[in-house]
């Protein structure tokens, strides 16, 4: 059964930076695409970014763009986020997610429903 486990997350100032990774277990990390999904207190679990197995198509939700940059390094097993400008409302607990598609062509990855396997979560807060 893959394994997935975040790191990195933190406090960080408004304006700050933070990368958070993502290390996944077994040997057909290459053959998934993966996202990265985030939930703030009394809120749902929402879509930040994903990324084709590859690594050479990338989608983001609107509240990132511009600001996030979601990365992977197949040969490491590790997918990354990494998050400038940050804003308060970006605290949230961060997971990353592998897709349920085995080497299925890319396609937008928005939806919780696309992904089957999850991490546990790292925390990111970010001060004012």
């Known amino acids: 059964q893959v394994q997935l486990v975040e790191s990195g997350g933190g406090l960080v100032q408004a304006g700050g930076s933070l990368r958070v990774s993502c290390a996944v277990s077994?040997?057909?990390?290459?053959?998934?695409?993966m996202g990265w999904f985030r939930q703030a207190p009394g809120k749902e679990r929402e879509f930040v970014a994903a990324?084709?197995?590859?690594?050479?198509?990338?989608d983001y939700a609107d509240s990132v763009k511009g600001r996030f940059t979601i990365s992977r390094d197949n040969d490491k097993n590790a997918v990354y986020v990494r998050m400038n400008s940050l804003k308060p409302e970006d605290t949230a607990v961060y997971y990353c997610?592998?897709?349920?598609?085995?080497?299925?062509?890319?396609?937008?990855?928005?939806?919780?429903?696309?992904?089957?396997?999850w991490g546990q979560g790292t925390q990111v807060t970010v001060s004012s």
């Open positions: 997610a592998r897709s349920k598609g085995y080497r299925s062509p890319w396609r937008p990855l928005r939806n919780i429903n696309d992904y089957d396997s």
């Open positions: 077994g040997r057909t990390f290459s053959s998934y695409a």
């Open positions: 990324i084709s197995r590859s690594g050479d198509t990338t």
